[in-house]
């Protein structure tokens, strides 16, 4: 399987980190061996000296299809979840300014975490979620899927022209702003619509 990431998908993120605004998706891949075991501690990578935090409403594809159109994309998940793509951004900064890809920086292992899924009929509407970050009790990044230049079904027909999705293949839709880095011991908690979907101990 394989994790699919929307970058820049939030108007008041793209500004903190002084990125552009794209005029479509912006999309990368992350390895499966990225993801975070379950009850797992994340283990800074001693290659950075800056990793950062990055909340994320999770989408999990439940069967393949590609080319999928934005009208039916909806068919092809039940599940929403939350987790953190966790970005080495000082390795980042130095790969985009040489204009190289990013995977080091995104990839690398344990920079997945994935929280419980939730069955999307849960929700009144999936492009009104409310999700936010918590850092040692602190609310730190606040969002909602409302405030997405591209909504989840447009990022599945979007992304379903380049990759063909498979089933058990998870999109991470983008972070919103208030990313910053993470320091030993810190202790995260990711909450959706008043549910906490993952706990994680820095270190
Ligand atoms: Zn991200």
């Excluded at 009850?39 to 990055?54: A, L, M, R």
């Excluded at 790969?95 to 899924?117: C, H, M, Q, R, S």
């Amino acid at each position: 399987m394989k994790l699919i990431c929307i970058g820049r998908n939030y108007a008041a993120h793209i500004d903190e980190l002084k990125n552009e605004r794209p005029e479509e998706p912006v999309v990368f891949i992350k390895p499966d061996s990225a993801i975070l075991p379950k009850e797992q501690d994340f283990y800074i990578p001693e290659f950075s000296d800056d990793v950062h935090y990055e909340v994320e409403v999770l989408v999990k594809i439940k069967k393949v299809g590609k080319h999928i159109s934005k009208q039916f994309a909806h068919k092809y998940y039940d599940e929403i979840g939350l987790g953190i793509d966790f970005t080495a951004r000082d390795l980042q900064s130095k790969l985009k300014a040489k204009g190289l890809p990013w995977e080091k920086a995104k990839g690398f292992d344990g920079a997945a975490v994935i929280g419980t899924w939730v069955s999307k009929d849960k929700f009144k509407n999936i492009d009104e979620i409310n999700f936010s970050l918590h850092k040692n009790g602190e609310k730190v990044q606040e969002g909602n899927t409302a405030l997405m230049l591209w909504k989840i079904d447009e990022l599945i027909a979007h992304v379903s022209t380049y990759f063909m999705l498979k089933k058990g293949d998870i999109l991470f839709t983008g972070t919103p702003a208030g990313v910053g880095k993470v320091s030993p011991n810190d202790y995260l908690s990711g909450v959706l619509e008043g549910e906490q979907l993952f706990e994680i101990n820095v270190r």
